[in-house]
């Protein structure tokens, strides 16, 4: 099932090509709004599936290119991101050391939104393609061998990055959490439809030029190891998201004007636009473009703009 919000937030379920509203499914939900809306249908989903199938398939179909796309979880409860967490097509000796940050879950938004670069100075300004896996039940010092049983679906995730900003070592915090720096979507496919998320393509085009492009099986410390660390450390709820990192190698400065598409195999494609009020420039040199060139640190340098 494919699980989505449009318009002002009415609850979707993908059919074929066509979207059927199924809010009236799900109106003995309790909620305050969508964001605990579908926390707590993906918390009793065993309970719902039936009637959303069943409305799915007796409703009318609304073409999914004229309505508008939601976020399909609009304030996730934590979105825990793992950092470092691929072998970069086997360039790393051994994995890094298991670790991960929060993103704020301000920071969301969904297909046709844009992404706002801004006034920082940092070095350049990325997104990370990733496999978003989003909890479905509650999972407190989880085993890695019971921890599949624990999420409920898969989504598109972008980890936008405003890279070294000042002071040196503040890592994380005012990096990742910027507000519009979490593109999700264009919904959430349920964990039954996906056969193994250990084996999906990754591919990010930044204004139609494939960018980014690698597979799951890169992954250093695995999904199930992940979730058994995380849960470790706080508990995983449902609709919690877990964003499972990236491939480097791809990454590309994302500047003003870019039109920017995401697709995780079998999850559809995510789409948003790029604005940066400064008009800053860099060149569209990926990471291993830049290396091969044999260019000076990580990534291509700012060419023009304020900070340059």
């Known amino acids: 099932m494919k699980i989505l919000y449009f318009d002002n937030f009415k609850l979707g379920i993908l059919r074929g090509t066509d979207v059927v509203d199924v809010s009236a499914a799900v109106e003995d939900v309790p909620q305050t709004g969508p964001h605990d809306l579908i926390s707590n249908l993906i918390a009793d989903f065993d309970n719902y599936r039936d009637r959303l199938e069943a409305f799915a398939a007796a409703g009318v179909g609304i073409p999914l290119d004229s309505v508008r796309i939601r976020p399909p979880l609009p304030k996730p ?46 070095t ?96 250093a410390h695995k999904i199930p190891r992940c979730i058994e660390w995380l849960s470790s450390i706080h508990p995983l709820s449902p609709g919690d998201l877990l964003a499972t990192g990236t491939n480097h190698r791809g990454l590309n400065a994302f500047m003003d004007g870019d039109k920017i598409e995401l697709e995780v195999e079998g999850l559809g494609r995510l789409h948003f636009n790029v604005r940066d009020d400064l008009k800053r420039t860099w060149a569209r040199d990926t990471r291993l473009q830049h290396m091969e060139m044999g260019g000076e640190g990580a990534h291509t340098p700012q060419l023009t703009g304020k900070y340059a």
């Not at 993103?103 to 938004?109: M, R, S, T, Y």
């Open 77 to 122: 409860g934590k979105i825990d991101c793992m950092a470092v967490n691929y072998m970069e097509d086997g360039t790393r000796d051994e994995p890094a050391p298991i670790n991960a940050f929060h993103k704020a879950p301000e920071a969301v938004i969904g297909c046709g939104d844009t992404m706002v670069i801004p006034d920082v100075p940092a």
């Open 124 to 219: 350049v300004f990325e997104g990370e393609a990733e496999l978003g896996i989003v909890i479905g039940k509650k999972a407190t010092k989880v085993s890695a061998k019971d921890a599949m049983g624990h999420i409920f679906g898969y989504v598109n995730f972008i980890d936008g990055s405003a890279r070294n900003l000042p002071p040196a070592g503040n890592t994380f915090f005012q990096v990742k959490s910027r507000d519009t720096f979490a593109p999700i979507g264009p919904y959430i496919v349920t964990a039954d439809e996906i056969d193994d998320p250990q084996k999906l393509q990754v591919r990010l085009w930044n204004n139609g030029t494939l960018m980014q492009n690698f597979n799951t099986d890169d992954m």
